[in-house]
């Protein structure tokens, strides 16, 4: 068997898998010996399981599936993220019943790569392959976060990194570690209070009228949200 780039350690709350550096040094596509060692591993036992990454992320065949297994796996799996969430990283990271992630640490999305040899046509195959490789990844990141597909795909494109707070916001990850509840209010709910007092303030500056009307409100929603991002 390859060497292993996972740790299984069990303690007195479960076990805890760690996942540190990068996913599997070596691909996973056409190897039968290390995802079933992986597996073997994961259903050795039963219970609520948690994973701690730290990842510059690797082979994506190796990331989806780990994903899969453990969105298979039967108990809870919660994520903690303590330092990076990168890449492949990222894609087993959206398989967390819960997502946490250190103040400090990041998560970073991107297009998949590869490395091509060959003529016209074979080029043309690579492309063809990391398209369908990305609608994978995003398949993913959208049953995580709720965003929509051209949303993440443009996020990938972009190479986007986000810190602890922004990756809740987005709907990477669900809570900040280490914060007290009554800090962890759902950005969403500030970006809504945000928004409304937004609107209010600029209608109050707009000559008085004994009524707003709907088409005003609207048009004044729509210039605010072009500011996001």
Known sequence: MKKKFWNWVKNQEG?????????????????????????????SES??????????????FAASQIYNLLMDY????????????????????MAGSE??????????IHNPVTIAYGDAEEMEKAIAMLSEVKESIINAYELKTGLSRAKISHLMDAE?????????????????????????????????????AAVNSLLAKLP????QSKTDIAALEKRLSLLKF
């Open 15 to 43: 076990r805890t898998l760690y996942l540190d550096g990068a996913i599997a040094e070596e691909t996973w596509f056409g190897d039968e010996i290390t995802p079933k060692q992986f597996k073997t591993e994961l259903f």
């Open 47 to 60: 219970g609520d399981i948690t994973v701690w990454i730290n990842s510059p992320g690797g082979d994506v």
């Open 74 to 93: 039967p108990g809870k799996v919660t994520v903690k993220i303590d330092g990076i969430a990168a890449s492949a990283a990222s894609v087993i990271a």
């Open 99 to 108: 997502v946490l992630m250190s103040p400090v640490s990041m998560m970073m």
């Open 160 to 196: 986007s990194w986000f810190n602890a707070k922004k990756a809740v916001e987005m709907g990477f990850a669900d809570q900040i570690m280490f914060m007290p509840e009554s800090d962890a209010a759902p950005a969403s709910e500030g970006a809504i209070f945000s928004k409304m």
């Open 208 to 211: 008085h009228k004994e009524k």
